[in-house]
């Protein structure tokens, strides 16, 4: 892997602008963009307090990671996107079709689960009920994962697309059962070991020194637990779970987050070292089911223009998070936090942007309509 410069080169300098200027207008307090091609990264810049080698907790863009750790179990026998899910975890929802779920459905948010549900704070409640600990305990993790169990779907498994944090609670127990350990140990024997990813983990308090804790960036303060967010899981239900959960919980840097990409685009090719190209090819082909779904086994692909959410500025009409000038088969996911990764296999391109938008509130959405802007910015150049 070839570093850039600390400055950034000609042509990227308004990317590098664009960087910069999120943090004078609040859009974040730390971030980092990393653009890479092949084994090499053309450009790195840190913004704000963030330095490259910051570690910010990266929320749902461990789904990714998630998908490609049970591919790899697939590749071993121990699982199959075409299996039942129920033949594997417990299922008590009244619902009969939630016998129905595949774990294509989880890997592609096909499943007919709701999106989300705070679960926690049914933790908390049974806390106070039973005067213990529950929260952050193996207790709690079975507690949400029981609730999830439990749950009632809104459609038939196949039928419909939601994201849906609650499918990949799911996905992250059954890769638990089938590989007959941890999900944040199986993730170090399969996935970020293998590809030299030192930095990416779950829990990484538990891991790095006093001194290193610098490396840390913070998320704010949480209602829940009422203390401020540096090196614990930004999400309640992830943090309930004890911080390892298949939806979120993993902590990585944009180096890591590189090789990762990286990874994917070799094993589209047949050249992964952990994957293996009918894999890759999986994850980054969208899903034939139902008809139109944007989701691939474990991505998100760039949408067209639409509606302006609410919170964005009146009259927007925003592209996809990728960006107006997004490869139409590029895949990527986004982060709560603030992270995104979007990876092109064709150009055999990747661009990381890993931020700490909820640092100033989880109602702060400037990153959306900043976060397009720069990574046209990053195309244009890739393109050219």
């Given amino acids: 892997m070839t570093a850039a410069a600390e400055g950034a080169p000609p042509g990227f300098l308004e990317a590098a602008d664009l960087l910069d200027a999120g943090v004078r207008e609040g859009a974040y307090a730390a971030a980092v963009l990393l653009v890479g091609r092949g084994d090499e990264v053309l450009f790195e810049r840190s913004a704000g307090y963030a330095r490259p080698a910051s570690l910010f907790d990266i929320a749902s863009l461990t789904k990714p990671v998630v998908a490609a750790l049970f591919f790899v179990l697939a590749q071993e026998g121990s699982l199959s996107p075409d299996g039942i899910a129920a033949e594997i975890l417990p299922f008590t929802s009244p619902d009969p079709r939630a016998r129905e779920i595949r774990f294509a459905h989880l890997l592609s948010h096909t499943s007919g689960l709701p999106a989300w549900l705070p679960l926690y704070e049914k933790v908390a409640a049974a806390e106070a009920a039973e005067g213990r ?90 209602e829940v637990r009422k203390r401020e967010k540096a090196g614990e899981v930004d999400d309640e239900n992830a943090a309930a779970m004890g911080g390892v959960a298949g939806h979120a919980g993993l902590f990585s840097t944009a180096g890591d987050l590189f090789l990762f990409a990286r990874e994917i685009v070799r094993a589209v090719k047949g050249e992964g070292r952990v994957l293996s190209r009918p894999s890759a090819v999986r994850m980054t082909t969208r899903a034939a089911l139902p008809p139109g779904c944007p989701r691939t086994f474990g991505f998100d692909t760039p949408t067209p223009p639409h509606s302006s959410p609410k919170g964005d500025s009146p009259g927007n009409t925003p592209w996809s998070q990728a960006g107006a000038l997004a490869p139409a088969d590029a895949v990527g996911h986004l982060g709560y936090t603030g992270c995104s990764i979007w990876i092109d296999p064709v150009r055999e391109a990747s661009v990381i942007l890993l931020t700490n938008r909820v640092v100033f509130g989880s109602d702060n959405r400037k990153l959306s309509a900043l976060r397009p802007r720069i990574h046209d910015a990053v195309w244009k150049e890739i393109a050219g």
């Fill in 133 to 222: 600990p529950l929260s952050g305990t193996a207790e709690g993790h079975d507690r949400i994962l029981a609730e999830v169990l439990s749950l009632p779907l809104s459609r038939d498994p196949g039928t419909g697309w939601e994201y849906s944090d609650l499918g990949y609670i799911l996905l992250g127990r059954a890769i638990e059962v089938a590989g007959f350990r941890s999900l944040d140990r199986l993730l170090a024997d399969k996935i970020s070991g293998p590809l030299g990813m030192r930095e990416t983990r779950y829990l990484p308090l538990a891991a790095i020194s006093e001194c290193e804790t610098g490396q840390l960036i913070p998320t704010g303060w949480s």
